[in-house]
């Protein structure tokens, strides 16, 4: 009942929900379940240790000062409506012009990505919620997961209005019909799932991971990643998650793509299995074919035990080894494919 004592818990998982999920081939033993056998190394006794190293000297762990976000500029961002284009808000948050149509991604852009929690994540960027009020209508909201720091209820709410069409993971829907979003709006879908909307050919993909905003609804929806095609590009969001064997097999069905968006940040080896390594990372765009990655889950939040700078400068060493173009941005910036799709390394100036 964790969904009435706060709406930050999003719907109520209830049997008829049950009935509908337990048909996907996804679905086993009560719960939605990887493609590999996916554990945390965590245990009641470690816990109690791995909560103090959390807490302890969080500041030292991010930005001395609060990260910008550069204003939105419709005037170059309507430019050359034929070039994909795109900006990155820090996190797991994208903005994404194909054809001339909007595509938001996992929009969360509150200041806390620990909403329920007895501690504060704060967010490196102050009044990130004024980027929504900025931002052109969105023609298709993607949404991978339900984690906090992926699906938020503050962004959802001033989101209302603004979107088209959602298409999320199976089991999403119930949170954003809870929070008043028109469910005739709404799609949710299961790995490999294709739809085709206005001009694009989009595809939910597998990725090693799991969901859950409350004690009892833990793997009750699903996880992935997105592939957007279009007749003359290929665009790939892994989603978060482990390495594994999917990368290879999203690049032999879907593959090669043009831009690759990877999940870059907040691991440890504790939970290993659930967030890859930086290195795993690059080597994760390689198998799936992507011509040019660009690292997200980072420059957001401190959710892990890591520096803030350690997932992006472990990425682009990486990168120049295993020799696998990348390109990166300031949060905020307006990148053109083609254009200004290459690495900016803006976060050497900054302590």
């Not at 799609?187 to 993909?205: A, G, P």
């Not at 990643?225 to 007749?231: E, M, S």
């Not at 307006?334 to 100036?349: A, R, S």
Request: hydrophobic letters at 35%.
């Amino acid at each position: 009942m964790l969904h009435l004592l706060s709406p930050q818990f999003g719907g109520k998982f209830t049997e008829e929900e049950k009935e509908k999920l337990e048909k996907s081939p996804n679905w086993k033993d009560d719960k939605f379940e990887n493609l590999e056998e996916t554990m945390m190394n965590i245990n009641i006794r470690n816990i109690p240790g791995l909560l103090k190293k959390q807490l302890t000297n969080r500041a030292g762990r991010a930005p001395k000062n609060n990260l910008c976000i550069l204003p939105f500029n419709p005037e170059v961002y309507n430019q050359e409506l034929d070039n994909p284009k795109c900006i990155w808000y820090g996190h797991s948050v994208l903005l994404l012009q194909l054809n001339g149509k909007n595509i938001l991604i996992d929009p969360m852009l509150g200041s806390n990505a620990s909403p329920i929690g007895p501690v504060n994540t704060k967010r490196y960027s102050n009044d990130s919620l004024k980027v929504i009020d900025e931002l052109p209508d969105i023609d298709i909201l993607l949404q991978t997961h339900d984690h906090y720091d992926h699906l938020d209820l503050d962004s959802y709410e001033k989101l209302k209005g603004k979107v088209k069409k959602y298409v999320v993971g199976l089991g999403i829907k119930r949170h954003l019909v809870s929070w008043g979003h028109d469910e005739k709006l709404i799609t949710e879908v299961d790995w490999w799932d294709t739809l085709n909307i206005l001009d694009f050919e989009i595809t939910y993909t597998p990725s090693r991971h799991f969901s859950g905003r409350g004690l009892n609804d833990r793997a009750k929806s699903l996880w992935g990643g997105f592939v957007i095609k279009t007749n003359n590009h290929s665009i790939y969001w892994s989603g978060d998650g482990g390495y594994g064997k999917h990368f290879k097999e999203i690049g032999e069905k879907l593959g090669p793509f043009d831009w690759g968006f990877m999940e870059n940040g907040q691991y440890n080896e504790n939970w290993h299995l659930i967030h890859m390594f930086p290195e795993e990372s690059i080597q994760a765009a390689k198998d799936a074919q992507v011509k040019k990655a660009f690292p997200v889950h980072w420059g957001g939040f401190t959710l892990a035990l890591h520096t803030w700078k350690d997932p992006i400068e472990r990425f682009v060493d990486e990168s120049r080894k295993k020799d696998q173009p990348i390109f990166t941005a300031k949060i905020g910036k307006i990148i053109e494919m083609g254009k200004n799709d290459e690495l900016y390394d803006w976060w050497t100036v900054l302590d």
